[in-house]
């Protein structure tokens, strides 16, 4: 990179475990030694991560993979054209319910461990005879339309025959928020990154009902997302960030650096969640219920060098959800459009020279 180029690069975050990346390359200077200086910005919520991005006031931010696809086929709010150069990780998301909400969930054969389907059933359960007693529709909520939150809690709820917009009513709320709307019984569940699931159930309000990596096997989920027009201005930059993230990538695979990244995350500045949870959810060590055992769920995420490609078929699986659940009108060119935002071209010519072998 030459001298004049730019250097310090804005990067917005939410406090999230899939924030992970990020925060090692600026902390432990692997980005530093790309040539950046980056300035982590934590925010509230995806909405402002959005428009913050599309207006420039980041460089590139932790951002959803379908929101970065919905921009890019018109069915964002500022329809900016985004690309996503590099993923930040897969998995990492639960689906979480109420304690009352599991009790009765418990009455239909709900259990600790057992399939997402049968969970889903239970819930079937719940919502068939909560329609029959003439009460209101259980209140699930996501972190924002353009999801994977929102296609895998649908998606597990269809498996059991529940019409997410018909039998529950869904809702958005930022990740923040979520622990003390379950709380205060403004909501029955929702679905969630860590630590946000574990927080719940740490504090004997929730629990954990499935874990998304059995949903959807192998699931993809946050990205590098930025402005197209920043990376067409600034292509070094955005070349010196894949190897930063690349660089981190192998970093926080390897097993013995598992606590190091926990105590980092664990800053306030960052996520500010106990490192004992953070540490829990790296190992695939899921406590689903207060003061008992956890499951274990190995793949349950994972932030290593494969899981960093931006692979086109992701961009097809989040437009396949878009037009499943009717937020975007069939469209021949709406494929294609949803596949130029995932540039695993940039990617793997950022990383010319490194031994990439992921296809």
Known sequence: MSADSRT???VGFMPLLDCALLVVAHEVGLARQAGLSLRLIRESSWANIRDRVAIGHFDAAHMLGPMVVAENVGAGHLAT??????????????????????LAMQGFGAGIGLSPAAQAKALAGVVAQRAAAGLAP?????VFPFSCHNYQLRDWLESAGVD???????????????VDALRSGQIDGFCVGEPWNSLAVDAGIGVIAAVCSDVWERPPEKVMGMRARFAEESPAVVAALVRSVDAASRWAADVGNRGDLAQLLS???????????????????ICAVAGQAPIQRPDFVSFG???IVPYERYAELFYSRMRRWGQVAADSAGP????????????RSALKGAAVTRE
């Open 8 to 10: 310090e690069v804005r």
């Open 81 to 102: 054209p985004l690309i996503a150069p590099v993923a930040l990780g897969t998995g990492a998301n639960a689906i979480t319910v109420s304690q009352d909400l599991w």
């Open 138 to 142: 259980l209140t699930l909520a996501m």
């Open 164 to 178: 997410p917009d018909h039998d529950v009513r869904l809702v958005v709320l930022p990740p923040p928020l979520l």
């Open 267 to 285: 800053q306030p500045r960052y996520v500010g969640a106990p490192a004992r949870l953070l540490l829990a959810a790296l190992n695939g060590s």
């Open 305 to 307: 060098p494969d899981s």
């Open 336 to 347: 294609a459009r949803a596949r130029a935002g995932f540039r695993v071209d940039i990617f």
